[in-house]
């Protein structure tokens, strides 16, 4: 009995149960090279030290991805949890940043306005607000976040984040 006991201990909201995914956006919506591409989850892989989100085009396109990945890395340094995230469009890596609790957001490489990486505003990369907004309610379900899309500006589709000021 002691052992089932501690067994049930166990049964908590972790990344290592299929709870959290009802948080993750179905769809969304990304905008690249001045044109919207409408995406679908599909897949959703565990491993021990990050979890990794697929997302597939709703319709195919020559000679342009098909493909998304949200890979989060989850960090504990000195009993204080971080969350890295890398986002990828096909072969490419679109943004990195980091998530401390509660809300600070550091910029790693991000592909839109101003960036040193890709500073051609015709390659940004970014997403639409809705699709911003489901990402930040998603990462806001992980205790002890509370970004907005405005920590995330680097992402939008407005030219409104500088890397040398914000």
Not at 53 to 71: M, R, S, T
Not at 108 to 118: A, G, L, Q, V
């Amino acid at each position: 009995m002691k052992y089932l006991k501690l067994f049930d201990s166990f049964k908590q909201f972790t990344f290592y149960t299929k709870e959290w995914e009802i948080y993750i956006p179905q769809h969304i919506t990304i905008i690249k090279n001045g044109k919207s591409r409408n995406l679908n989850k599909e897949n959703v892989m565990l491993h021990a030290d990050m979890t990794q989100i697929d997302y597939v085009a709703d319709e195919i396109i020559y000679g342009q991805p098909d493909e998304f990945e949200i890979d989060i890395y989850f960090i504990n340094k000195n009993n204080q949890l971080k969350f890295t995230v890398d986002i990828s469009y096909g072969d490419y890596l679109v943004s990195e940043f980091s998530i401390t609790p509660p809300n600070k957001v550091s910029v790693i490489e991000y592909t839109s306005y101003h960036s040193k990486f890709d500073p051609d505003k015709n390659s940004s990369f970014a997403f639409e607000d809705s699709t911003l907004n489901d990402l930040c309610n998603f990462f806001n379900h992980i205790d002890g976040i509370n970004i907005t899309p405005n920590d995330l500006k680097f992402l939008d589709k407005r030219d409104n984040y500088n890397p040398n000021r914000d």
